[in-house]
């Protein structure tokens, strides 16, 4: 298991930006693909982006793409979420998951990981 713990989180006028952080720590980082979900209030948690292990490779959800920027730090065992754009619709409790290997198709699904931080929440007003 990697422990993982969000920080960055808050409130932000629509318009704005925001930027994410994890921290992992406890396994091999780099070997770790990693995933950023969110769940609003009375909604099911949803896939926000991902970036696989080895290749890097991102996937976006078409709600974010364009607005939102995943990367990974494997020196100082970091994943960020830069925020642009945001709107109310983003506010949500986001949450960092990790799973060992290179994820393709399968990073979008929360099942896929094994590993998940307590989140931070994010308040996008209007």
């Known amino acids: 298991q990697m422990q993982l713990a969000e920080s960055g989180g808050g409130l932000v006028q629509a318009g704005h930006s925001l930027t994410l952080s994890c921290a992992a720590s406890g396994r091999t980082f780099s070997a770790f693909s990693m995933g950023w979900f969110r769940q609003a209030p009375g909604k099911e948690r949803e896939f926000v982006a991902s970036?696989?292990?080895?290749?890097?490779?991102?996937r976006y959800a078409d709600s974010v793409k364009g607005r939102f920027t995943i990367s990974r730090d494997n020196g100082r065992n970091m994943l960020y979420l830069q925020m642009s754009s945001l709107k109310p619709e983003d506010t949500a409790r986001y949450s960092c998951?990790?799973?060992?290997?290179?994820?393709?198709?399968?990073?979008?699904?929360?099942?896929?990981?094994?590993?998940w931080g307590q989140g931070t929440v994010v308040t996008v007003s209007s």
């Open positions: 998951a990790a799973a060992f290997g290179e994820l393709d198709t399968l990073s979008t699904t929360s099942n896929s990981y094994s590993s």
């Open positions: 970036i696989a292990s080895r290749t890097g490779r991102t």
